[in-house]
T-cell receptor, first 116, second 111 residues
């Protein structure tokens, strides 16, 4: 149990376009999902916390108008990178926290974004 | 100062060796502690939670010292498949459930 999927697993897009990444909890409900970004040889950096039915909470330095997060259901959160630029190229990983009062998070397999 | 600090390594050890990783955290309100393993270009996977009493899972032993704000991971009888980056992770005792990741320690186990 506790499987999280992400789609797409990789994407190449042109500068200036927008890209949507989906994060789904397949066998559990997740009130809270998290979006991370990881640049090469660096650790995961939390971008935002996504709560079902409410606005996402962004970490300091993350532009909320550039990284749009929608968490419309208990099993789906989406991250849209708007007007992507080459510096947005990164590994984007989501995680989901099960509604069981546990601190454990389950990670998706990640989406590798390359902006040309 | 980083919230979670780790030696980046790499630790290059032969098969069968015992290797220890250390981690310190700065926020005394940290509540939960974990070691994750991340393979190249993959998502992190939970290796084990860390408890104050210490806990063991096969060849892996984790220790937590709350007074020193220090966490350790010991790997005995290293296998080639243990080669990965090991991430020290803490959770602050608030309602956000946010995880704070260390930068990771890279382990290379050689034949």
């Amino acid at each position: 149990g506790a499987v999280v999927s992400q789609h797409p697993s990789w994407v190449i897009c042109k500068s200036g376009t927008s890209v949507k990444i989906e994060c789904r909890s397949l066998d559990f409900q997740a009130t809270t999902m998290f979006w991370y970004r990881q640049f090469p040889k660096q650790s995961l950096m939390l971008m935002a916390t996504s709560n079902e039915g409410s606005k996402a909470t962004y970490e300091q330095g993350v532009e909320k108008d550039k990284f749009l997060i929608n968490h419309a259901s208990l099993t789906l959160s989406t991250l849209t990178v708007t007007s992507a630029h080459p510096e947005d190229s990164s590994f984007y990983i989501c995680s989901a926290r099960a509604n069981r009062g546990s601190n454990e998070q389950y990670f998706g397999p990640g989406t590798r974004l390359t902006v040309t | 100062r980083k919230e979670v600090e780790q030696d980046p390594g790499p630790f290059n050890v032969p098969e069968g060796a015992t290797v220890a990783f250390n981690c310190t955290y700065s926020n005394s309100a940290s509540q939960s502690f974990f070691w994750y393993r991340q393979d190249c270009r993959k998502e992190p996977k939970l290796l084990m939670s860390v408890y104050s009493s210490g806990n063991e899972d096969g060849r892996f032993t984790a220790q937590l010292n709350r007074a020193s704000q220090y966490i350790s991971l010991l790997i005995r009888d290293s296998k080639l498949s243990d080669s990965a980056t090991y991430l020290c992770v803490v959770n602050i005792a608030d309602s956000s459930y946010k995880l704070i990741f260390g930068s990771g320690t890279r382990l290379l186990v050689r034949p």
